[in-house]
């Protein structure tokens, strides 16, 4: 069976410093692997997927995320954080059904 | 504009009453997903269909019921069987054709 599990319910960093958001995986088949960000009182937008090929992924507002089937992680990276950042932020998985299951995701605060 | 659309934002329920969400989307896809969030819980999976006049029950459906009667339409009806409603509800549609899932901007059900 699928899992996620996102080390670290709150992360905590300054403006301009590196963002690093962890996210481990289990799958029985190889992994579709999402991210998702949520700003309050919003639904999910779509930061970045994995389904196959390269395995360092960009997405939008400069995050990446990198596949390491080694290391069953998929973890969510930023070089320098903005304010405009601080957000809620989920991994997820696809089963073979193509549902999502998710992790209980990572609060990011980004401070001046 | 293309998207998915939720309807009302906000929404309060007497104890006894049964509610029903609405959830709409214009992209042409064939799967339509529930999901309830509560904090620091992620996301769970009430209903999901993949297919016009079919649905299947996801993690937590108990106290739930959907319809889908039209490609476009995926409304979640909260019964009075649920016993404890209030949390935010997020309407997803995607899966499999598009290998991602995009989601509406939520309703807030609040249980007065």
């Known amino acids: 069976a699928q899992s996620v599990t996102q080390l670290g319910s709150h992360v905590s960093v300054s403006e301009g410093a590196l963002v690093l958001l962890r996210c481990n995986y289990s799958?029985?088949?190889?992994?579709?692997l999402f991210w998702y960000v949520q700003y309050p009182n919003q639904g999910l937008q779509l930061l970045l997927k994995?389904?196959?090929?390269?395995?360092l992924v960009k997405g939008i507002n400069g995050f990446e995320a990198e596949f390491k089937k080694s290391e069953t992680s998929f973890h969510l990276t930023k070089p320098s954080a903005h304010m405009s950042d601080a957000a809620e932020y989920f991994c997820?998985?696809?089963?073979?059904?193509?549902?999502?299951?998710f992790g209980t995701g990572t609060r990011l605060q980004v401070f001046p | 504009d293309g998207g998915i659309t939720q309807s009302p934002k906000y929404l309060f329920r007497k104890e006894g009453q049964n509610v029903t969400l609405s959830c709409e989307q214009n992209?042409?896809?064939?799967?339509m997903y529930w999901y309830r969030q509560d904090p620091g819980q992620g996301l769970r999976l009430i209903y999901y269909?993949?297919?016009?006049?079919?649905?299947q029950k996801g993690d937590i459906a108990e106290g739930y019921s959907v319809s889908r009667e039209k490609k476009e339409s995926f409304p979640l009806t909260v019964t009075s069987a649920q016993k404890n409603p209030t949390a935010f509800y997020l309407c997803?549609?995607?899966?499999?054709?598009?290998?991602?899932?995009?989601f509406g901007p939520g309703t807030r059900l609040t249980v007065l």
């Open positions: 997803a549609s995607g899966g499999h054709s598009t290998d991602t899932q995009y």
């Open positions: 799958s029985s088949v190889p992994p579709y």
């Open positions: 994995y389904t196959t090929g390269a395995t």
């Open positions: 997820a998985v696809s089963d073979p059904t193509d549902k999502l299951i």
């Open positions: 992209l042409n896809h064939d799967a």
């Open positions: 269909s993949q297919i016009v006049n079919d649905f």
